[in-house]
Structure formats: C-alpha cells, structure tokens
C-alpha cells in the first residue's frame, strides 16, 4: 500500500457534491473502456489507494452487467460520474491532436512528504496512442536550482504507466489515467500542471495548463532514537521506502545535508523525519562495518519515536587501525553548482558519521575552486567531532598538471601554488607540483590510479572524463606486461614521478611519490603498475579511495585506508601511517590486520625484514571478512572492470561463504588460504620460502591488500624481476608521447629532463637486475 493512501487514498479526495463535473463523453465504446476501467481499479488498489467502498461495490456491478445497446450509453455515463469524483483533471486531445486541461471535481488536498493519487479524465478524440505525460515549473529538482527556484519548486508527480496499465493511451475514446503527486511542504501552494501527448500538442492559449490551490496537510514528525552497537548515540545510513518501493523523502525535493543522488539520508540520534501515515521498510546502517538490517515501521499521528540500533561485526579502531578516505569531494560531478557552490563541512561531516568513517580528506579540485578554496586552514576543519575528522586538503584536477595524472595531495600547510591565487597558474609538469607539496611536507600520490592503464589500447576512462569509462580489457593477468597506452587521468605520469627524489622539508631527499591509489578504478589497471615499481626497487605505498561523488557517488568510504596508528588519532599522523605504509586497503568488508613477516610488522622500521641467506619466513595476520550469506552471482559473473571494482562479493568462493587470502610475493600468489567471511576473526599464518629480496604482501582479491613488508636478503636491494623494469621503461616512453602536448613551453625543458631521469634510473636497474 501506497504510504500515504494507506490512512487517506483516493476515498478521501472525492469531491463535495456542490464541485462542478468534467463532461460526460459520449459514444465511448462500452467492452474496451469497462476493460481498461477493471484494469485502472486493480492499479488503485496495488497503489494502496482504492475508491471508497461504495463506489467500488457500484461500479463492480456496472462492470458485471450485461447491457442492451440502448442501456450501453446509460451504463457508460454512470461509470463516468463516479470516476469522475476522483479526477483532479480532465484532458481533451481534440482531433488535430491538441491538449487542453481542465481542473476536475476531486479534492485538491497532498500531504506533506507524502504521495497522493488522482484519476485523470482522457477524452481523446484524435485517438492517439503516445504517452501522456504531466510536467510541473514547480516539480523541477532542486539539486541545481537556482536559490529564487527553491521554494517555488515544491511538488513532485509522476504519471502512473506500470502494470496493470501501459504506458501509453489505448487510443479509445474515454480512458481514465493515474496522476500521483508529493508535497515537500505543509499549507497552501499553488501549482501549475500541463499535460501532452508529445511535441507540439500543446492547445493555443496555453489552455494545456491548469492551475491549482492545494491543501497540503502536515506530516508527522517523528525522531529516531539511533545508538550503536554499545547503546551509544551515533549517526547512521536509513532507506525509508514505501511498499512500491518509492523513497522518502522524495530525492528530488532534496537539499543538502541531504544529497539528492542517494536512495539514504543520514540522521543521528534525537533528530527527526516528517513522514506520512503508512507503512515503511527501513534500511538502516552505518559502513561496511555494520550488518545492515530491514525492519518495518508504521506511522500515523501517535508515532513519536523510532529506535534503532546499529549492529556491529567489526572495530578495528579498538586495536587502532583507523579507517578513512583520503579523496571525497564537496564540491563537482553530482554534487550541485547551485543553489551554492557544492556543499559544505557539515553536510560532508555528517556522511562521515553516518558511514563510520573516522577520516575523511575533504579534496578541493577544479569545479568551484574558488568557492571552496576558503574552507581550507591546514588544520581538521571545526565540525570534526574526534575521532571523527575532516580536513581540507586538494586535488590537482580539472587544471594544473591534471592530464598527466590527478594527484591527491595530503596534509598541505599551504593551498595555492606560488604565484597566483586559483587554480589557472599551476604547473603543467605533474612533478613541479610534486617539488612544491613535497617541501611543505605533504603526502602525495596519483588518484584514481587505474584511468589510463587499461592492458590495451583504449586506455580505460578518457582523460578530459570525470565519470568512469567501462571497456572491454584486453588481459585480467596481475601482473602482465602489456603497456598500457597511459593517455588518461590516472597514475600515469607516476611511472616518472616514482624514480625522483626532492627537497622535503628540512632540505633532505625525499621520495617524490608517496603512495598510489587504489579501490576506485579495476584493480588489476591499479596493482599492475604497483607491482612493476615495487619489482624495480621502489617503495610506493598504496592508500583506498572512493573519488566521491565522481567515480563512486553511493557513498563516503567505499575505498578506504585503515592505518595502524599508536597513539591518539590525528590527521597528521594518520596520513604518516600511508606515507609509512602503516596500511591496508578496503572496501571496508574484509580486513588484514596485524600483517607481520617473522617480527617485522608492516609500516614499522621502514617494514624491512633483513635475511643474512635465503631461509623460510613466517607470514602471519589476522584476518576477518563479512558476507551476506546469500550470493549475488550476477556481481560474482561481472567483469573486473565494471563496477564495484572492489568488492568482496567478487572474492566469494562459488555459493560459499568463503574467501581466498593470499600471499603475494613480488607480486605473484605463492600461497592461498580460505576463511569462511561470517565477521569472526582468523589467526593465519604461512610458511613462505624467500631465495633472493623481495617484497611479500596479503591480499583478499579485488576486496583488500596490505601494503608490503620487504625482505632484503644479504644486505640485497629488491630487484626482483628484469620484466618489470622493461616494462616501467616503455612506459615511460609512451607515458611521453602522450602528455608532451600539455606541458607548456616553459616547463617543457624541465620535462625533458625529468623523462630523461627516469629512463637513465631504469637503464640503471635493468643492468642490476637478473634474468626473470
């Protein structure tokens, strides 16, 4: 049942004796027009919106009836007056197939955040077969309004054309329709409402338009008592869906903190919903680490209050591993560009809470620049609530160097790149902005590192696109040795960028790149290029990321970091645990904690383990992972480089419940476990033998990996395969021919010898390196 026809329906709307009536039609013919009227009946009582009783019991008998010719005009009118009491509107397609509309006699009463259903009166006289369709001024969306449009745009309708109706008029002469429309507001508004059968069918005059006075009636508020798996107040994810499945409130009369792009909204505890009398299923919440629960609620004026609580399978904060994402936008791609420029830290702020997320890394880039530059201080923004934190910090994209590569930069003491205050002057060389963060101390690394690095010759999402490119791969191998054509976003320039080291902050020689992203884009695009550095030699780490609301607009943390921090949590030293490898990444279903290679922990002592001869070492951790214990073949069948990239689901073991955990030794599986994904935690450990310097990891595949602990042997640098440099080679090569375009003049010199670098750097470690 429709939630607000549930307590009012269409018996409600009849109109008082003394309203004027729509036209009877005549000649309308008797056995198609009673067939469509059975069918529009069965659609009033699957909306939960049935006619009163009376007339139902009266129009049943009228349907049943076996009519002489004569009494078919007589039963025809009759089944007209009681319908017509239902019909806000009437529509005439007269023969040359023009609309014109009149108000009808039913009741022009909505409910506040709640539906409503009407009849709509057809008598068309051209016999059209389109699709008649009802538009509003005043049901624009408001994501993207102008501020003067916001509250003059407070309705939403749609035209009911599912089963048991068709989409499009029967062409008959005399049809009844359904028209359901929402209020976001409670008291007197007035709407406008047109109806067409298509393009130019409008009547002169404007007399397709109708304008009506509504009453709205209020909602009922009621406040949801929202606690935690420990009885604690919090914030958590809730999907209020009526049995059609229909979403509260209307997304598109939605303003932030609301976002119109999500089915959720975000409520904490103490804070209220306005809903209408009916029955609800409530999704409810809070991350990748919570079990999500349904349960039904019914509403009606006595409702007060509705408790929840969030269950929990997981916490790795308790043995201080901190979760977070460390690029989510404010502003840009769904986000709206009006009424204001994006949205600010409190709406982002209670996402945050609302998805568990302890870190969030609130990434300025190019749309809205200049609005949401002023929101960066270089400490945790004021709404931070510990251990909850959000900060401001950029994204080079949309300008700068963004065509050879986005880079994330983290923990910035200044915003601006010397020089100017935007974002217009930045340079287009992606390691001269590398020179400038790296000596104020920031970490850095590529976003969306996968863009560009398809194993074939498209490349994956197009360099000038902020919405994902799903094409066919031409290899799902990891590692394989296909270059990839590097024409796009991603971590492209990095195969430069990671041989170079700069000036930090106290003048020493620093790695130029910290760290590469991971989580949004196909994993086997993003591992491969991490795999080949690390064979080379070189110590990248890698750090989840979700690019809200551009590559993953569902929500905050579905890419995260979780950083093993020992003391208190702090921005800081949560973005020196990614620089230090202290990490694993997630899609928050699976967790790899505690990755240890005999008593080196990984991200501790520079996660070195130092061998005197080749021996058999211990790879140990502690492994949990949660599934619903339902599969979801469709996700399992999908290909790797159609979304989710990352997701356990893709790691189940057929029908089970079980996943693989692996160990990845430069970057090959040597050894493979399954644990069964039911939240509880596993102690693992693995027998691995180490011949020669090499870098081990863990990974559940595509849902987690942990950053590598390295194995020296003999004092040995890692030089673990003479492929993967060749391959690091050529793609610089490539990497070049692409994005000499964008360099500009006066950068270009300096280009050319920072390519010229990174060839010598890996001429140098293939002369080192032995025969694969």
């Known amino acids: 049942m429709l939630l607000i026809a549930n307590t009012a329906g269409l018996r409600s709307l009849v109109a008082a004796a003394s309203t004027p009536s729509l036209p009877l039609v005549e000649n309308a013919e008797r056995q ?198 420990n009885d604690q107040p919090t914030t958590a994810s809730f999907i209020f869906k009526d049995q059609q499945g229909r979403i509260y409130p209307s997304q598109s009369k939605r303003l932030a903190p609301d976002f119109a792009f999500h089915p959720q909204i975000y409520r904490a505890d103490g804070e209220a919903i306005a809903l209408p009398d009916g029955e609800y299923t409530v999704e409810f919440s809070r991350g990748p680490e919570s079990v999500t629960k349904t349960r039904t609620v019914r509403v009606s004026k006595k409702s007060k209050r509705f408790d929840f609580k969030v269950e929990r399978w997981i916490d790795p904060s308790k043995s201080g591993w901190w979760s977070g994402d460390h690029h989510i936008h404010a502003a840009g791609c769904a986000h709206y560009e009006r009424p204001t420029e994006g949205v600010h830290a409190p709406d982002m702020m209670r996402h945050c809470l609302g998805e568990d997320l302890k870190v969030g890394c609130n990434l300025t880039w190019g749309p809205c620049f200049d609005y949401q530059k002023q929101f960066f201080t270089g400490q945790d923004d004021k709404v931070s609530q510990h251990p909850y934190l959000l900060h401001y910090d950029v994204e080079v994209s949309g300008f700068g160097s963004h065509q050879s590569g986005h880079l994330c930069l983290l923990r910035l003491k200044e915003e601006i790149y010397p020089g100017g205050d935007s974002k217009n002057h930045w340079p287009t060389l992606g390691l001269n902005t590398l020179r400038w963060a790296k000596k104020q101390g920031a970490v850095c690394g590529p976003a969306h590192s996968g863009w560009g690095l398809e194993p074939g010759p498209s490349g994956g999402r197009p360099a000038s696109s902020k919405t994902s490119g799903e094409v066919a791969t031409l290899s799902d191998e990891l590692p394989n040795y296909v270059v990839p054509p590097f024409n796009g976003i991603g971590a492209n320039e990095y195969i430069v960028d990671v041989t170079h080291v700069v000036p930090g902050p106290d003048g020493g020689l620093v790695p130029a790149v910290d760290f590469m992203s991971a989580v949004d884009t196909p994993h086997v695009w993003e591992l491969n290029i991490w795999y080949h550095t690390l064979n080379a030699g070189f110590r990248p780490r890698i750090s989840g990321e979700t690019d809200f609301p551009c590559i993953y607009g569902e929500r905050v943390g579905l890419g995260r970091s979780y950083v093993k921090l020992d003391g208190k949590l702090n921005y ?46 211990r790879v140990s951790a502690k492994v949990a992972a949660y599934l619903n214990e339902k599969p979801n073949p469709e996700l399992q069948k999908r290909p790797y480089n159609q979304k989710p990239y990352w997701d356990i689901e893709r790691a189940r073991i057929g029908a089970s419940r079980e996943v693989p955990v692996e160990v990845v030794v430069n970057g090959y ?98 002369a080192e390196c032995e025969v694969d």
């Open 669 to 766: 599986p040597v050894s493979r476990r399954h644990i069964v994904a039911d939240g509880r935690a596993h102690d693992i450990a693995f027998e691995v033998k180490i011949d020669r310097s090499s870098w081990v990891a863990l990974r559940i595949l595509p849902s987690s990996h942990t950053n590598p602990v390295f194995v020296l042997v003999d004092g040995q640098p890692v030089r673990a395969s003479r492929r993967s440099v060749e391959w690091c080679l050529k793609g610089v090569d490539q990497c070049w021919s692409q994005k000499e375009r964008f360099i500009k003049a006066d950068e270009k010199e300096q280009a050319l010898k920072d390519y010229a670098h990174a060839r010598e750097v890996y001429r140098k470690l293939l």
């Open 32 to 229: 198609p027009f009673t067939a469509q009227v059975k069918r529009l009946l069965e659609a009033t009582e699957y909306l939960g919106s049935p006619l009163a009783a009376a007339d139902t019991r009266t129009l049943e008998r009228e349907l049943r009836s076996t009519l002489s010719a004569d009494d078919n005009a007589a039963g025809t009118a009759a089944i007209q007056r009681i319908l017509d009491k239902y019909c806000l509107v009437g529509v005439n397609i007269n023969p040359e197939s023009r609309v014109k509309v009149a108000q009808g006699p039913a009741k022009p009463e909505l409910a506040q955040q709640g539906w409503r259903v009407f009849l709509v009166k057809v008598h068309n006289e051209a016999g059209v077969t389109a699709e008649l369709r009802a538009v509003s001024p005043n049901a624009g969306r408001l994501h993207g309004s102008p501020k003067e449009e916001i509250s003059n745009r407070w309705l939403d309708l749609m035209m009911f054309n599912s089963q048991p109706l068709k989409p499009a008029l029967s062409g008959l002469s005399l049809e009844y329709r359904i028209l359901q429309l929402y209020s976001r507001d409670a008291g007197k508004r007035e709407a406008k409402l047109s109806f067409n059968v298509g393009q130019g069918t409008q009547d002169i005059g404007f007399r397709n338009e109708v304008d009506i006075l509504f009453n709205c009636l209020p909602a009922n508020e009621v406040t949801l008592r929202v606690r935690d798996e």
């Open 572 to 617: 800081h030293q949560w973005c020196e645990g990614i620089r230090q490898g202290r990490n694993f990444v997630s899609d928050g279903k699976s967790h790899l904690l505690e990755f240890r290679v005999n008593d080196a922990a990984m991200g501790e002592n520079g996660s070195e383990l130092k061998l005197s001869q080749p021996s058999t070492v």
